[in-house]
């Protein structure tokens, strides 16, 4: 394909995307209630994830873990953060209290923010706190937004 080809074909490319933009967006709208569930089933699988080894695997480990950074009672804050993570990533995933949960969970975000990643480089792989601040806002939009069409909180949860 010759540059001047191209050209003609990128433009006329364009003009088409510019002139079918109401139906190209339209489409994408309908499908907008499954940007919640999506979102709630995302962060739910990864803090149930989180929070399994501290409730059932890992609790003692754990436990000295938060009692050396010095969140103390180690045995009762291992409880607190294992419950609301694995029962809140449960409920998130259902779509019920999510803004309790999403509050719970922000805040449990700014903790480990505060007392494991301060300091550090925000890159992931450097151990920092970039992944923790994304859990942090997306836990928060539910604060704010909800559970969603698809959701137990639809039905009055």
Do not use: C
Not at 12 to 41: H, Q
Not at 128 to 134: A, K, M, P, V
């Amino acid at each position: 394909m010759t540059p001047r080809a191209f050209m003609i074909a990128y433009h006329l490319a364009f003009v088409w995307l510019l002139r079918n933009m109401d139906y190209i967006l339209g489409i994408f709208r309908l499908y907008s209630d499954f940007t919640p569930l999506i979102f709630r089933v995302v962060l739910g699988l990864a803090f149930v994830a989180h929070g399994y080894p501290k409730l059932f695997t890992s609790r003692e480990q754990v436990a000295q873990w938060f009692e050396s950074i010095g969140i103390k009672p180690g045995k009762f804050w291992v409880l607190v953060v294992g419950v609301v993570e694995f029962f809140g990533g449960i409920a998130l995933i259902l779509g019920a209290w999510v803004e309790l949960v999403g509050i719970l969970l922000a805040v449990n975000m700014v903790v480990a923010m505060w007392k494991v990643k301060w300091g550090k480089v925000g890159y992931v792989a450097q151990g920092g706190w970039e992944l923790d601040l994304i859990y942090l806002v997306v836990a928060l939009s539910f604060l704010f937004t909800g559970a969603g069409a698809f959701s137990l909180s639809a039905f009055g949860f």
